[in-house]
């Protein structure tokens, strides 16, 4: 990925009554959403507390990111290794964060402990080590970081600016998975713009990590990151917000979590959001293995906005206590995440340019209900309008159609009949203005729903993808004649939904 454009920053209150979405005006690429598994400080994530995690069925938080600690206790490594391995098998990406080196790479100063200057290759190492120990036991780590938070070390290792900087220019290219710093607690400055401002610290770090515990929405901008960063990444590694005392069940509380996340993407353009404790009682996931109102925020962003869709942009602040981003998949979908905090409802028009969708399905979650599938919407000429309930999150989810695209005919999945506990479905293809030879198509369920069985196609299904293609026989749809293709019954939530092919 280059360099990604700088945003101007929405001014509240200067804000339009409706929401423009363009799909052309792309910017960062999202890399997922997730939590961490701290096995030695909470135990680990029961077996299925970890589908619950990770799945993306009914009920699921859909996760796409775990972070694990890099304990100095090597006997502590195996057990983080059921979750991750597990994580790792339902697609998503493990990477793994040190709070302390071994004891012996260490020493007292006045500022608590650090890393021995003559211990800095063997750190690196250590580093090493932990990564192939993890990848001989089934999980190949995307990253690790040099440090948890060296800028708050009442309890772990410190590291000053400098120390970072030497750390990430002579040994961190020896690390042998991609490498992530520094990973301050507060998201200052101070500690990552030497390598930034550094050319070989800089190629020796792969993503820009920071947490976001007490930082100011108006710090969330990082301008230099922007100017330098030469196809860095920039992931959000930890927080809880808003509080760790409040049960995250509490509402309208929990959708404090929805409105962190659209900053952090909007504002921030981080590609990754990382919750703190996956299961805890102010968490996504509550002590009792569901989700919770907090991770139901997390959801409508994780469960249909996932790795590699890119944001795109959209009015953020159309009305107050309105927030709106927009996400755009390989498969030409739109996912679209709309919160109102205010105490009234809100019917609030969207228009996405160039789309030719038909109409649009959606899930909101409020004080009752929580990612509840509503009716679908009718889409004309790329607008509709939709209800945003008081004091609710919503996720809509369209095809762009064939003004974005791009494809030589167009989808759609309509429902035959519904019984319940699974429903039927049909799709139908019309050609352009060229015919058709031939035809492939793929997409992502929205809410974990999963083909029983399908009749005229070549089908598959892994986790939430679909791919789907013609028998030969089937294969041709004149130019501008429509054609139903193949159908299949399914389980889960009926859902219609525009494709492209």
């Known amino acids: 990925m280059g360099a990604l454009p700088v945003l101007a920053v929405a001014t509240p209150g200067a804000a339009q009554s409706s ?3 363009d799909p052309s005006a792309a910017r960062q690429t999202i890399r997922g959403f997730g939590g961490m598994n701290h096995t030695p400080w909470i135990g680990d994530l029961t077996a ?3 589908e619950t995690a990770f799945g993306n069925g009914a009920g699921q938080l859909g996760f796409s990111l775990l972070r694990i600690p890099i304990d100095e206790t090597r006997s502590n490594w195996a057990r983080e290794v059921a979750t991750a391995r597990r994580a790792i098998e339902l697609g998503a990406a493990v990477f793994a964060s040190p709070w302390n080196p071994p004891m012996s790479m260490t020493e007292s100063f006045s500022g608590g402990k650090r890393l021995r200057y003559d211990q800095y290759g063997a750190y690196a190492q250590y580093l090493n080590e ?17 440090q948890n938070e060296p800028d708050y070390a009442h309890d772990w290792t410190a590291w000053t600016p400098a120390e970072m900087l030497r750390f990430t220019r002579e040994n961190a290219g020896s690390i042998n998975t991609r490498v992530i710093a520094p990973e301050s607690f507060q998201y200052r400055k101070v500690l990552s713009d030497p390598i930034l401002n550094d050319a070989q610290a800089l190629a020796n770090m792969d993503i ?7 930082t100011q929405v108006r710090d969330f901008p990082y301008p230099l990151y922007q100017q330098k960063s030469a196809g860095k990444e920039l992931w959000m590694t930890e927080v809880y917000y808003p509080n760790s005392t409040d049960s995250a069940d509490l509402w309208p509380g929990a959708l404090d979590v929805g409105q962190h996340l659209h900053h952090a993407m909007v504002d921030g353009q981080f590609q990754a959001y990382v919750w703190w404790y996956i299961r805890r009682s102010y968490g996504p996931m509550r002590e009792d293995g569901q989700m919770s109102k907090r991770g ?8 249909f906005v996932r790795p590699g869709h890119v944001r795109i942009d959209a009015t953020p602040n159309p009305q107050a206590n309105v927030y709106v981003s927009a996400y755009r998949g390989a498969d030409a979908q739109i996912a679209i995440v709309a919160i109102n905090k205010g105490a009234s409802s809100v019917n609030l028009p969207f228009t996405i340019r160039n789309s030719t969708a038909s109409s649009v399905s959606s899930w909101v979650t409020d004080g009752s209900r929580s990612l509840q599938a509503q009716n679908a919407i009718g889409v004309s000429a ?10 609710s999150i919503t996720t809509f989810v369209t095809a762009i159609g064939g003004g974005g695209g791009g494809g030589t005919c167009q989808g759609r999945i309509e429902v035959v009949s519904d019984w319940g506990s699974g429903w039927q479905g049909r799709v139908t293809l019309t050609a352009g203005s060229q015919p058709v030879d031939g035809w492939s198509l ?9 083909i029983a ?13 679909v791919t789907a293609s013609d028998l030969g026989w089937n294969a041709r749809i004149e130019a501008g004649q429509s054609r139903e293709v193949f159908g299949f019954t399914a389980s889960g939530s009926a859902v219609e939904l525009d494709l492209d092919c």
């Open 382 to 391: 790329g607008s509709f309008t939709a209800p945003l309930p008081a004091r």
């Open 208 to 214: 820009l990590g920071a947490h976001l515990y007490g």
């Open 442 to 450: 793929s997409w992502n369920w929205p809410g974990g729903q999963q």
């Open 19 to 21: 929401v423009t979405i």
């Open 130 to 146: 932990f990564d192939a120990f993890m990848g001989s036991n089934g999980v190949d780590l995307h990253a690790v970081s040099v």
């Open 48 to 50: 299925a507390q970890r």
């Open 296 to 303: 139901a925020n997390m959801a409508h962003f994780s469960k």
């Open 453 to 465: 069985s399908a009749w005229n196609a070549e089908w598959s299904q892994s986790g939430s993808r």
